[in-house]
C-alpha cells in the first residue's frame, strides 16, 4: 500500500507539504501542487480519510440505521441519503438493526467512537420509549419514519394514523365492512397506523373485531401465515389492510394458495408502493410514502444540524397518496 511518505519522497518534499496539496490548503505554489498531484495519481495514493478524521476532528461520513434493510422503503430511503450526502461531499455509512435495542445501541455506540459526523436513525420502539439514553451520544442526528415526542430532536415522518384512517376509509367505501389488518409489533409506527384504522371503523360505525387484528412481526413469512389463519376462520375477512409491503407479499401469496381470487373473494391493501404492486393481478391499491423524500429531507437536516449545531429542530411531516387500484373494487356493489 502507498503511504504518504512514498509520495513525498518521489515529489522530493515533505510529507507536511504532501499533506497541504491533499487539503488544498493555501500558500502552496501552483507549480508545486501540480508536481505533488502528478506524482499522487502516479503512484495511486489514496488518503487514509478516517485518519485524516482524527487529525481534524471532524468527519465526512454519516451513518443511516434502519430497521429493516429488506424492507424495500428503507431501499428507497437509502438511496436518497445517499445521493443527497454525495451531493454534499458526505459518504454514507449503513447499518441494520432488525428492531434489536442491543444491536442499536452497540451500533451507536461504535458509530460515536469511531467520531462519525452524524446519525439518521429509524429507532426501536424501545429507544423511543426511554430516548434520552440516546440522544446523550451527543452525536448530530436526525430521526425517521418514527415519531419522537418531547425531545429536542430533527424529525422527518408521516401522519401514520390519518394514512391507515384513509385506506381503511377507502375498504369501508367500497362496501366492506368485515375488515383484517395485519400491524407490525416492534414499532411505533405499526401502533399508529392500527390506530388509524381502529378509528376508522369507529368513524364509520363498524364495531373492530379483535379477532381480525393481529400485530406480527412485519416479515413476508409473518404475513403468510397470519393471514393464513385468518383465512382458515369461519366467517374469514372481507378485505385485509397490511402496514409494510413485507405483509402484503405474504398475505397475497395466503390467499393465491387458499384459491380465493383478489378482489372477488376477498380485497386486499397496503401501505407502501413497491414495484411490484401494479405488477401482479389484480394491482395492488396502496399508500405510498414519499420514500424518497424522507431520505433527502433527513440528509439535508442532518448535514445543516452538522454545520450549525446550535439551528432550531424541526419535525417535517410529509404527505402520503392513495392510489386506487383492481384490488380493492367490491364486486357487488
Not at 180 to 206: P, Q, W
Not at 275 to 289: C, D, M, S, Y
Not at 313 to 326: D, F, H, P, S, W
Amino acid at each position: 500500500m502507498v503511504k504518504i511518505k512514498d509520495v513525498a519522497d518521489a515529489a522530493g518534499v515533505s510529507t507536511a507539504t504532501v499533506s497541504r496539496v491533499l487539503a488544498n490548503k493555501p500558500h502552496v505554489r501552483p507549480e508545486l501542487k501540480k508536481h505533488v498531484m502528478e506524482i499522487v495519481e502516479k503512484l495511486k495514493y489514496r488518503p487514509n480519510r478516517v485518519a485524516q478524521n482524527l487529525r481534524s476532528s471532524t468527519s465526512k461520513i454519516i451513518a443511516l440505521i434502519v430497521s429493516d434493510i429488506e424492507n424495500p422503503f428503507f431501499q428507497r430511503v437509502s438511496r436518497a441519503v445517499d445521493d443527497t450526502a454525495l451531493e454534499q461531499g458526505y459518504s454514507v455509512m449503513l447499518s441494520n438493526t432488525d428492531e434489536d435495542p442491543t444491536k442499536e445501541e452497540t451500533c451507536l455506540n461504535l458509530l460515536r467512537d469511531e467520531n462519525i459526523a452524524g446519525v439518521i436513525l429509524s429507532p426501536t420502539r424501545q429507544t423511543l420509549e426511554s430516548f434520552t439514553k440516546t440522544s446523550a451520544l451527543n452525536i448530530p442526528m436526525v430521526i425517521i419514519d418514527r415519531h419522537v415526542s418531547n425531545l429536542d430532536i430533527d424529525n422527518v415522518i408521516i401522519d401514520n394514523v390519518q394514512s391507515a384512517y384513509t385506506l381503511t376509509s377507502h375498504l369501508i367505501e367500497q362496501g366492506y365492512q368485515r375488515i383484517g389488518g395485519l400491524f407490525g409489533m416492534s414499532s411505533t409506527t405499526g401502533r399508529e397506523r392500527r390506530e388509524g384504522f381502529v378509528k376508522a371503523l369507529k368513524d364509520h360505525n363498524i364495531k373492530p373485531i379483535s379477532d381480525l387484528i393481529k400485530y406480527t412481526k412485519p416479515r413476508e413469512e409473518d404475513g403468510y401465515t397470519t393471514v393464513m389463519k385468518l383465512l382458515k376462520m369461519q366467517d374469514r375477512p372481507e378485505a385485509i389492510l397490511t402496514s409494510n409491503s413485507l405483509l402484503a407479499a405474504g398475505a397475497l401469496l395466503a390467499i393465491r394458495e387458499s384459491k380465493l381470487a383478489i378482489p372477488d373473494d376477498i380485497a386486499l391493501v397496503s401501505f407502501d408502493n413497491p414495484t411490484w404492486a401494479k405488477l401482479v393481478g389484480p394491482a395492488l391499491t396502496v399508500i405510498e410514502q414519499p420514500t424518497y423524500e424522507i431520505g433527502r429531507t433527513a440528509a439535508e437536516l442532518l448535514i445543516k444540524r452538522i454545520q450549525d449545531p446550535t439551528r432550531s429542530t424541526r419535525e417535517v411531516v410529509l404527505k402520503t397518496k392513495l392510489i386506487v387500484r383492481q384490488s380493492s373494487r367490491f364486486q357487488n356493489k
